[in-house]
């Protein structure tokens, strides 16, 4: 998993509420186990039209927003299903963290395991920065990790809490198979003592 410390971005502004996975990746783009290439279906029934085409007053149609990095959006984001394949899409299409008032747990917990920073900040200052990314692409936001700071372009900062276990995760790029590999040596040394404590076994 990659790591995450510090990004500066552009970011994209999603005021909708109770934005929920099926709307992030629908379901018949579910059929893969593999997390590269669902970027390209992230929010497909509000990007494509029926026949494919893109639809041009979306956010992330928009030239300023194509390469954005961040969302901000409404609360409840990433409500309903507990699909994994949500925070792939989010990730694989570039973007690295969301900023919103409130989120679905399933779907905030599986953000952390994917590379994901998803910040919880009050309305006022989700609105706030709603109306920085409004300015489009000269509008860099700036999101620290270690010091759980978000600074909108114009220099305003904004803290936010992290669990500290799943901060040292993120920061480190650690899922759970890297947090089990971390104990390799341990893992290793246990199953010797078990094999030559029942090597019948």
């Known amino acids: 998993m990659d790591k995450f410390d510090t990004l500066t971005g552009i970011a994209a502004p999603m005021?909708?509420?109770?934005?929920?996975?099926?709307?992030?990746?629908?379901?018949?783009?579910?059929?893969?186990?593999?997390?590269?290439g669902l970027g390209a279906n992230l929010f497909d029934?509000?990007?494509?039209?029926?026949?494919?085409?893109?639809?041009?007053?979306?956010?992330?149609?928009?030239?300023?927003?194509?390469?954005?990095?961040?969302?901000?959006?409404?609360?409840n984001f990433g409500c309903g299903s507990s699909r994994e394949h949500a925070p792939w899409a989010i990730k694989d299409f570039g973007i690295r963290a969301v900023i919103a008032p409130s989120y679905a747990d399933i779907f905030y917990n599986n953000c952390f395991k994917n590379g994901i920073i998803p910040i919880v900040l009050p309305q006022d200052q989700v609105d706030a920065l709603m109306k920085?990314?409004?300015?489009?692409?000269?509008?860099?936001?700036?999101?620290?990790?270690?010091?759980?700071?978000?600074?909108?372009?114009?220099?305003?900062?904004?803290?936010f809490e992290v669990d500290s276990f799943k901060k040292h995760c993120l920061m480190n790029g650690l899922d759970d198979i890297g947090l089990t590999m971390e104990k390799s040596a341990s893992i290793k040394s246990?199953?010797?003592?078990?094999s030559q404590a029942r090597p019948w076994v």
Do not use: H, W
Not at 18 to 29: L, S, Y
Not at 51 to 68: H, M, S, T
Not at 133 to 157: H, P, Y
């Open 190 to 194: 246990f199953e010797e003592a078990a």
């Open 132 to 159: 920085d990314a409004e300015k489009g692409a000269n509008a860099r936001m700036t999101i620290d990790l270690e010091a759980q700071t978000v600074t909108s372009s114009d220099g305003d900062v904004f803290s």
């Open 45 to 75: 029934e509000m990007r494509f039209d029926r026949q494919g085409n893109e639809i041009p007053d979306f956010v992330l149609n928009k030239p300023q927003y194509r390469e954005a990095e961040i969302l901000v959006a409404g609360e």
């Open 15 to 36: 005021p909708l509420v109770n934005i929920d996975t099926d709307m992030i990746i629908p379901k018949q783009f579910l059929k893969t186990i593999k997390r590269s």
